[in-house]
């Protein structure tokens, strides 16, 4: 089933081939450098040269290792590693189930969460992988009792690597990085030493990250300042609710545009109000807060006309956010098998 699906997905990628907006402006030119057997460094002065680089590496990577060596074969890479998360899934049945009923549920959650413009030349299905990993690694050796008080340091280090993951491939990265990093020192079950190890970890990486980028490109920068006169002009309330008020029409348009959010959602409460889940699964709901402080936090930080720029990008963040909570799904099924 997999291999089917993979290679129906594939298909309808290979026939509309074309790369969509941010593959075209910004992606290729980086993707094309590592195909060419560029490096690092051959980045700078491209558009957008301070926009991180793993992405646009393992799109070259597969191209280059095609047979055909078509570009968009590189592409293909993308819908793997989603496809992966979602049969990964499996795992995560109970017993009762037939194979019949999960095959039909990974389809359906399949079907869900894909979206074809993605596979233009965007990063969104890589950030999903990131962010599932990050979970699934999470909940099975960091908050299962069983398991958190052995492998000395090797949740730790795993963390770390999905952490760096995701600090290359986009700018956002930089702030999912302190999000992820956040809930594993404030919810993994991990004794002290554990998480001074982590925490000096993600330090190191977050300085190294900055004095890599300092010294080809100038400093840490991303499209807007960290301070810019934006941020006073939200000091003007009708100013800010104004921007409010297009953020959160957006974002629930988002729920919308990837379905996938509707059946997490429900899941939640599902869950919430049938099941005692939650109790002591509290780092799910630091996860949700910290993912809309950030969201809204973006949008009122920048400066360009939003009616322009947040249709274009928040449901693209939105659909990144969601890899880290769809294993939701399966636990709601999996609370409401009776037989």
């Known amino acids: 089933v997999f291999i089917i699906l993979f290679y129906s997905l594939s298909i309808l990628i290979v026939k509309t081939a074309y790369l969509q907006y941010d593959g075209l402006a910004h992606w290729i030119f980086k993707v094309k450098v590592f195909f060419q057997g560029g490096a690092y460094e051959n980045l700078v002065g491209l558009p957008s040269d301070h926009y991180p680089h793993l992405g646009s590496y393992m799109w070259a990577f597969f191209w280059k290792n095609s047979l055909l060596k078509y570009e968009y074969l590189g592409r293909l890479f993308f819908i793997f590693i989603f496809l992966l998360c979602i049969f990964s899934l499996n795992s995560k049945f109970k017993d009762r189930f037939s194979q019949m009923e999960r095959l039909i549920i990974i389809f ?48 730790e280090i795993i963390m770390f690597l999905i952490l760096n993951t995701m600090l290359w491939t986009k700018q956002e990265g930089f702030f999912y990085f302190l999000i992820l990093g956040l809930i594993f020192m404030l919810h993994a079950k991990r004794n002290l030493i554990d ?145």
Not at 111 to 126: A, D, H, K, V
Not at 210 to 225: D, Q, V
């Open 195 to 339: 998480k001074i190890f982590f925490l000096i970890l993600i330090t190191l990486s977050l300085i190294s990250f900055s004095f890599i980028k300092n010294y080809y490109f100038g400093g840490l920068e991303f499209s807007e300042k960290i301070i810019n006169p934006e941020i006073y002009k939200n000091l003007n309330l009708k100013y800010l609710f104004s921007k409010l008020h297009i953020i959160t029409k957006y974002f629930l348009i988002s729920f919308i545009k990837y379905p996938i959010w509707i059946i997490t959602i429900l899941s939640l409460i599902y869950l919430s109000l049938k099941t005692h889940y939650f109790k002591n699964n509290y780092f799910i709901f630091t996860y949700i807060f910290l993912s809309i402080i950030f969201i809204y936090g973006l949008f009122l930080h920048i400066h360009p006309n939003l009616q322009w720029l947040v249709p274009l990008t928040l449901n693209r963040l939105i659909f990144g956010l969601s890899g880290f909570l769809i294993f939701i799904n399966i636990e709601m099924f999996n609370q409401n098998k009776k037989f």
């Open 108 to 155: 359906l959650l399949t079907f869900f969460s894909t979206n074809f413009f993605l596979f233009g030349g965007y990063q969104e299905y890589f950030i999903f992988f990131c962010f599932f990993c990050f979970s699934c690694f999470f909940l099975k050796f960091c908050y299962v009792e069983k398991n958190y008080k052995e492998n000395k340091f090797i949740p």
